[in-house]
């Protein structure tokens, strides 16, 4: 069996027993990695990995993974796929890569994603668009295009990337792999450069719910550097995997399966609750009223942090800075007009406007008192029902180009996704089936605050009887083995 075949899991163990050596697997890996990127365009920057001397303990040390490029890497170019940070290169470790180092992670480089983490295709970034692996004329979804197509294509075993709005969760649908948003608070963001900061949550990008909660087990926990990280009790979360939801009460939300639906995606998603339920899972239908408000709640509070977020980028402190200006306004007037991209520029105004005097009351307070009406109808939800389940997008991957010409269709095709941001629930997607031009479906489980390991051992319970998150495990650039 080829170690591209192996999940995450499989090779730390391979590794550990000395089935592989380390060094073949990093030799295979890069040579992947650089056939791959003429094709996908993953990465952004290629590192060659520091070895540890010995393997350690963590079950998934010396696994070769890689990061966003919008999480600080000491040493590292840490770009957000844009032109106004440059060649910056961090002085210090996000708090989730000192954790990954110390169980024995090894990067391969950094990630190619939507500039600052703002699109739902990764063709925003300054290095060119993410391929989808499974059709290289499609997109790979985003913002962590890059995350869920390096996995797709076998470049590497995990992946973590950052969820502001569905960012892990929908290229991992469009890419057939599992994608984990966990609750809010319970990864640090130290280190994560901010687009909405209330909204932001990093996670795991892998093959299987197994790998994911390896990869959870290494990152979660309290940390001092951030306010917002919570306490509790960490690290239980793969030894938690029954794969029983005997009596797991499963509710359909059916605002999610009505118009704009795509029908293919609708049965692969209710296929889904079949399996679960064969399993001894109760499913039921119930209403969920608020779906309409999601997208105009989530744009206006994401774009109104990411105005502010984004100010500090002038030239002045670090990245890229115009030449041929006259004073400091023009400069920070010319770096940030040449530096950003239209998309970045499109979400700015519009958080600056909704912030404006006059308009502040009118727009962004309501959004804010609109996120609240929706967290209330999630937290009724999870009174009657353990988790729920809803597809991850409207339809398949797109083509390139095609999202672009509507940034407004882009926008709507996050409506499934961006309501657990709103909420700070946890939520993955795992692959579910293919359609008609044989792209990946993803279907989402979504569970109540602090309930990931409820949806994670749902997912693998739905693993454990198909085999779709198996088709990605031995690519080579072309269709599924």
């Not at 690290?235 to 704009?260: A, H, Q, W, Y």
Request: charge should be negative; hydrophobic fraction near 40%.
């Amino acid at each position: 069996m080829e170690i591209f075949e192996l999940t995450a899991l499989e090779l730390g163990a391979a590794l550990k027993k000395g089935e592989v050596a380390l060094q073949d697997v990093l030799s295979q890996t890069q040579d992947r990695i650089y056939t791959c990127q003429e094709e996908n365009n993953a990465f952004i920057s290629i590192t060659k990995p520091d070895l540890a001397p010995t393997i350690g303990d963590s079950l998934l040390a010396g696994v070769p993974m890689a990061l966003k490029d919008n999480i600080c890497t000491k040493g590292v170019k840490t770009s957000c796929a844009s032109k106004i940070l440059g060649d910056f290169i961090p002085p210090y470790n996000a708090s989730i890569v000192e954790k990954l180092i110390a169980a024995g992670a090894i990067s391969m480089g950094k990630l190619n994603m939507d500039e600052f983490a703002m699109g739902s295709t990764s063709e925003t970034s300054f290095y060119g668009p993410v391929r989808n692996p499974w059709d290289l004329s499609r997109v790979s979804g985003g913002s962590s295009g890059g995350a869920a197509a390096a996995v797709a294509a076998g470049e590497v075993w995990y992946a973590i990337g950052s969820d502001t709005g569905g960012s892990i969760r929908q290229p991992a649908a469009y890419c057939g792999v599992t994608g984990m948003k966990p609750t809010y608070g319970t990864v640090s963001r130290y280190g994560l450069i901010a687009y909405a900061s209330s909204l932001d949550q990093m996670g795991p990008v892998a093959r299987s719910a197994a790998d994911c909660a390896a990869v959870l087990d290494i990152i979660q926990g309290k940390d001092p550097y951030d306010a917002t990280s919570l306490s509790g009790c960490y690290g239980n979360l793969l030894s938690s995997l029954s794969g029983d939801v005997k009596g797991l009460r499963i509710g359909l939300p059916t605002d999610c399966f009505g118009e704009g639906l795509d029908p293919e995606v609708r049965q692969a998603v209710l296929d889904v609750a079949q399996v679960l339920k064969s399993r001894g899972a109760i499913v039921e239908e119930f209403s969920l009223p608020i779906m309409e408000y999601v997208v105009p709640a989530y744009y206006i509070i994401a774009c109104a942090e990411a105005s502010s977020n984004l100010s500090r980028f002038d030239g002045v402190k670090y990245g890229w800075r115009a030449e041929n200006y006259e004073d400091l306004t023009d400069l920070y007037t010319k770096t940030r007009s040449e530096g950003f991209g239209s998309e970045v520029k499109r979400r700015i105004l519009l958080g600056t406007f909704v912030l404006s005097t006059g308009y502040y009351d009118a727009y962004y307070k309501k959004a804010l008192q609109v996120k609240f009406i929706i967290k209330t109808a999630y937290d009724d939800a999870f009174q009657k029902y353990d988790m729920l389940l809803t597809p991850v997008t409207p339809a398949t991957a797109p083509q390139l180009g095609e999202s672009l010409s509507d940034p407004l269709k882009m926008y709507l095709s996050d409506i499934y996704t961006v309501p657990l941001n709103l909420a700070g629930l946890p939520g993955i997607s795992i692959p579910c089936g293919f359609d008609s031009n044989g792209m990946p479906i993803g279907a989402q489980l979504i569970g109540p605050a602090l309930g990931d390991s409820v949806i994670l051992n749902a997912a693998h319970s739905y693993q454990l009887e198909t085999d779709f998150h198996k088709k990605t495990l031995h690519r080579k650039g072309g269709t599924s083995a």
